[in-house]
Antibody, heavy 123, light 107 residues
Framework: EVQLVESGGGLVQPGRSLRLSCTTSGFTFGDYAVNWVRQAPGKGLEWLGFIRSEAYGGTTEYAASVKGTFTISRDNSESIAYLQLNSLKTEDTALYYC??????????????WGQGTLVTVSS | DIQMTQSPSPLSASVGDRVTITCRASQNINRWLAWYQEKPGKAPNLLIYKASSLESGVPSRFSGSGSGTEFTLTISSLQPDDFATYYCQQYNTYPITFGQGTRLEIK
């Protein structure tokens, strides 16, 4: 069974950093791209970026709104993807999801999602 | 960025109704469009990909159509479990973008 489980969320002060993890199982992690998507309270879905599979160099693409402050990485040996959140602002408060792309090279459509981890940015 | 606009929102309907949700893209996205269903407290669930391909395990009452800039999601006969929020997503061009969501409510 394919599973993605996010962790690492919590309450953090503005300007601080946080690293989210996406621990996966049930599939060959290295073959797939992984996306990160967030949803602010009561709002819609916002794509943050993705990381290509090992075969495509593990390169990344980001939304302009987070480029330079958020960083996606992966550890193929542990089947975990990460989202590093730096210089956090109150508007970054959201539920953060990792999702599996249906391909290794493109963000694609998202066939599996984690349950999300909540990040609250507040002083 | 490609803007995705869904209509209507919200949408009120009754069990057994046939409903259609429209998603319009601000540029040509070919057929690179997916539809998701979201229920309160749960992650979105993939329904349709590549505009009209039904994801495995999704009931056949769901169907998608369209290409270019205009797409539709149709539910042929609404079931109680279908009252939820629906999102379209384009994956033709980065950044990936979603529609604003359509909340399907019980009439």
């Amino acid at each position: 069974e394919v599973q993605l489980v996010e962790s690492g969320g919590g309450l953090v002060q503005p300007g601080r950093s946080l690293r989210l993890s996406c621990t996966t199982s049930g599939f060959t992690f290295g073959d797939y791209a992984v996306n990160w998507v967030r949803q602010a309270p009561g709002k819609g879905l916002e794509w943050l970026g993705f990381i290509r599979s090992e075969a495509y160099g593990g390169t990344t693409e980001y939304a302009a709104s987070v480029k330079g402050t958020f960083t996606i990485s992966r550890d193929n040996s542990e089947s975990i993807a990460y989202l590093q959140l730096n210089s956090l602002k109150t508007e970054d408060t959201a539920l953060y999801y990792c999702t599996r792309a249906n391909t290794g090279n493109y963000a694609g459509h998202f066939d599996y999602w984690g349950q999300g981890t909540l990040v609250t940015v507040s002083s | 960025d490609i803007q995705m606009t869904q209509s209507p929102s919200p949408l009120s309907a009754s069990v057994g109704d046939r409903v259609t949700i429209t998603c319009r893209a601000s540029q040509n996205i070919n057929r690179w469009l997916a539809w998701y269903q979201e229920k309160p407290g749960k992650a979105p669930n993939l329904l349709i990909y590549k505009a009209s391909s039904l994801e495995s395990g999704v009931p056949s009452r769901f169907s998608g159509s369209g290409s270019g800039t205009e797409f539709t999601l149709t539910i042929s006969s609404l079931q109680p479990d279908d009252f939820a929020t629906y999102y379209c997503q384009q994956y033709n061009t980065y950044p990936i973008t979603f529609g604003q969501g359509t909340r399907l409510e019980i009439k």
